[in-house]
């Protein structure tokens, strides 16, 4: 049972990255998946997440408008589209699995940097 994130890097303000989190162990109508960052000095945030029944999506505020999460049942891998990324984007970003979005005894997958810069 593992996560693997992948598809950061380094984008020029305005510039779009899509991340993606390759689940392994289990299917995704059965958890939640959540994208978290976290800058250097800062604690980690809550940046979206999908729901495992139904799909429900849900964004922090900073990202709204911008981000999108999406999933793909058939190859069980859940994406991040970042667009209008801004330099306050920037931090390590990771997914975490849970039975519910309270994020108990989550599963976490390493990290993956996005950097923002001109």
């Known amino acids: 049972v593992q996560l693997q994130a992948s598809g950061g890097g380094l984008v020029q303000p305005g510039g779009s990255l899509r991340l993606s989190c390759a689940t392994s162990?289990?299917?995704?109508?059965?958890?939640?998946i959540g994208w978290f960052r976290q800058a250097p000095g800062k604690e980690r945030e809550g940046v979206s997440c999908?729901?495992?029944?139904?799909?429900?999506?849900f964004y922090a505020d900073s990202v709204k408008g911008r981000f999108t999460i999406s999933r793909d049942d058939a190859d069980d891998t859940v994406y991040l589209q970042m667009n209008s990324l801004k330099p306050e984007d920037t931090a390590t970003y990771y997914c975490?699995?849970?039975?519910?979005?309270?994020?108990?005894?989550?599963?976490w997958g390493q990290g993956t940097q996005v950097t923002v810069s001109s």
């Open positions: 999908i729901t495992r029944i139904g799909g429900d999506t």
């Open positions: 162990g289990f299917t995704l109508d059965e958890v939640a």
């Open positions: 975490a699995a849970a039975y519910s979005t309270n994020w108990e005894g989550a599963l």
